[in-house]
C-alpha cells in the first residue's frame, strides 16, 4: 500500500464504520475499565485492500494492546472485512523520531506519524523501558515483598500506604527493572498519569544545568506536574545539599497530593549518611523494602527465561552450571549470556558446555577488577577463625601458613595483582614466596578433590563481600 491512498475522507469514514463494528464485538470480551482506558482511545483512519489502519497513542500502548488483546483484535477485523483482513497500526509520538515509517509484521505493521497524542500521556518522555515489566520480572523470595509491594502501588499509585516505596539492595538485583515495572504497570493502568523516571544523577545534572540557566522554577514546575516520580539511585544524592533541599520540596508536594513516589538505593534509609534528616524521616512515611540476591532455584528460572528470549538453547547441565558459578548478581547472569550468544552468533556454532565454562569464566575475571587483596584476606582469615593480623605476619605455625597460602593464590587468581604487590601485602615477602604458595594450593586442589569445594566456597564469600 502507498502513503498516497492514505488517509482520504472516503477511507477514514469506512474505516471508522468499520472499527465500530469491531469495538462491538471486542466490548463484551474485555473487562469495561480496559475497554475505556485501551480500545476507546484507539481511532480508525484507514481502511485499504482488506486492512485497516487504526492508530494508537504511542509505542507502550500498541505493545500493550498486542501482547494481550492480538487474538481478540485479530478475530474482530476477520469478522468484520473477512477472513483474509489484516490489521495495521499507526502510532502517534516520539516527536523527534523520524515519520511516518512502516514496519511490517507478519499479521499486522505499524506506522508512526507526528502529531500531539490524545488522551493518554506522552509514554516517550516518561524514560520507562518498556520491556522492563512484571511479567519479565522473575518473583523469587529474595524480592518477593519487593514485588508485591510494587505490583499494589500499580493498581493504586499514591492511594497506599507504600508512599513513597522505597527499594533499596546491592548491584545488578533489580532494582532499575522492579521500579520501572510499577511505571509501565502503572502506565497501562492509568494511561493518563503523567510518570517520571529518572535517575538521580541525572536529576541533579538537570537541576544545576536549570540554575545556570536562572530556570529553578520552572524545573521544580515541571516536576510538580507529575502524577508518578521514579528516582533511581537515590544514594547519589549524598552531598548534593541544594538538589536534596528541591527532593525535599517536591516530595512534601507529591505526599501531599497523594501522587506516587518510588525510590531505589543501595543502601536502607538510616545507612544513607550525609543525607539530610528530614529526607530520611520522610522516607520512613512509606514503605521501605530490599532485594536480596537471587537463590539458586531463582537464578535457574531468571537464565531459562533470558536464554529463550535471547533465542539461546541451553541444555539443563549448562543452565546450572552458570547458575551455580554465576551467583551473587543477575546483571552478570545476563552478561555471561550475552558472551555465549556472541559466540553462537559469530561461528553459528551448537553451544558446548565448554563455551558455557568458559563464558562463565570470562565473566568472574571481568569481575576481578572489584576484588581487594584485603577483602581477601579477611574473608579467608574468618573462614579459617584466625587472627587476620597473623596472616600478615612472619607467624610459620601450620594453620596459618595453609590460610596465607590459600589467601595468597586467590589474590594471585582473582586479582589483576601482580606477584610483588601480593607478596607486599602479606608481610613483605618477597615474589618467590607467592609463587610456591600458589603451587603448594594447586597441588592440594589435584590430591584432594574436596579442597576445590572449600576454594569454591571461598570464592563466592569474596564475591558477596565484594558486591
Ligand atoms: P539494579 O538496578 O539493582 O542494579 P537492574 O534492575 O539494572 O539492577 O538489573 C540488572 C539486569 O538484571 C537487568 O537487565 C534486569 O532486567 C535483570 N533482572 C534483575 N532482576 C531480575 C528478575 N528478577 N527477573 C528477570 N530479570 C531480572
Ligand atoms: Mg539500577
Known amino acids: 500500500m502507498t502513503h498516497e491512498s492514505l488517509f482520504t475522507q472516503e477511507n477514514i469514514h469506512k474505516a471508522a464504520v468499520a472499527w465500530k463494528e469491531c469495538l462491538s464485538i471486542i466490548k463484551p470480551e474485555v473487562p469495561e475499565g480496559t ?135 546491592g548491584v545488578g538485583l533489580g532494582k532499575t527493572h522492579l521500579i520501572q515495572a510499577a511505571g509501565n504497570s502503572i502506565y497501562g493502568n492509568f494511561p493518563e498519569k503523567k510518570i517520571k523516571y529518572i535517575s538521580t544523577e541525572q536529576f541533579t545534572i538537570d537541576f544545576v544545568d536549570a540554575i545556570k540557566k536562572n530556570m529553578h522554577n520552572e524545573f521544580s514546575n515541571v516536576y510538580k506536574n507529575y502524577d508518578v516520580l521514579i528516582l533511581d539511585d537515590i544514594q547519589h544524592l549524598i552531598g548534593k545539599e541544594k538538589t536534596q533541599d528541591l527532593f525535599f520540596h517536591i516530595f512534601n508536594i507529591f505526599h501531599q497530593n497523594k501522587k506516587q513516589i518510588i525510590i531505589s538505593s543501595d543502601k536502607p534509609p538510616k545507612d544513607l549518611k550525609g543525607l539530610n534528616d528530614r529526607l530520611i524521616s520522610r522516607f520512613n512515611w512509606g514503605l521501605t523494602v530490599d532485594i536480596q540476591p537471587p537463590d539458586l532455584e531463582t537464578r535457574i528460572a531468571i537464565l531459562s527465561k533470558k536464554a529463550e528470549s535471547f533465542g539461546i538453547m541451553l541444555s539443563n547441565d549448562m543452565v546450572e552450571y552458570i547458575a551455580n558459578h554465576i551467583t551473587s548478581n543477575i546483571r552478570e547472569l545476563e552478561g555471561c549470556l550475552i558472551k555465549i550468544l556472541a559466540n553462537v552468533s559469530l561461528k553459528s556454532a551448537d553451544i558446548s558446555l565448554e563455551q558455557v565454562k568458559r563464558a562463565v569464566k570470562e565473566v568472574s575475571t571481568a569481575k576481578r577488577v572489584n576484588i581487594s587483596i584485603d577483602v581477601i584476606t579477611r574473608t579467608v582469615a574468618e573462614f579459617f577463625t584466625i587472627d587476620e593480623k597473623k596472616i600478615r605476619d612472619k607467624t610459620r605455625r601450620q594453620e596459618i601458613v595453609h590460610a596465607r597460602q590459600v589467601a595468597m593464590y586467590l589474590s594471585r587468581t582473582m586479582t589483576k595483582s601482580g606477584l610483588k604487590n601480593i607478596g607486599l601485602h602479606f608481610g613483605g615477602r618477597d615474589h618467590s614466596t607467592v609463587i610456591h604458595a600458589c603451587e603448594s594450593v594447586e597441588k592440594m586442589l589435584t590430591d584432594d578433590p574436596s579442597f576445590k569445594d572449600t576454594l569454591n566456597d571461598l570464592k563466592i564469600k569474596i564475591e558477596l563481600a565484594c558486591s
Open 35 to 169: 475497554f475505556n482506558s485501551w480500545f476507546r482511545p484507539i481511532k480508525a483512519i484507514d481502511v485499504n485492500d482488506l486492512t485497516l489502519k487504526i492508530q494508537v497513542p504511542n509505542s507502550f500502548f500498541w505493545e500493550w494492546i498486542e501482547g494481550r488483546y492480538s487474538k481478540l483484535l485479530h478475530k474482530a477485523v476477520k469478522n468484520v472485512l473477512g477472513h483474509e483482513a489484516r490489521l495495521d497500526y499507526v502510532i502517534l509520538e516520539e516527536k523527534d523520531s523520524p515519520a511516518p515509517y512502516v514496519e511490517s509484521a507478519p499479521k499486522s505493521s505499524r506506522i508512526t506519524i507526528s502529531e500531539e497524542p490524545s488522551k493518554a500521556s506522552d509514554y516517550s518522555e516518561s524514560n520507562l523501558k518498556p520491556n522492563y515489566t512484571f511479567e519479565n520480572f522473575i518473583k523469587g523470595e529474595g524480592n518477593q515483598l519487593a514485588t508485591a509491594a510494587a505490583m499494589a502501588i500499580s493498581e493504586n499509585p499514591g492511594g497506599t500506604p507504600f508512599n513513597p516505596l522505597f527499594v533499596y539492595g
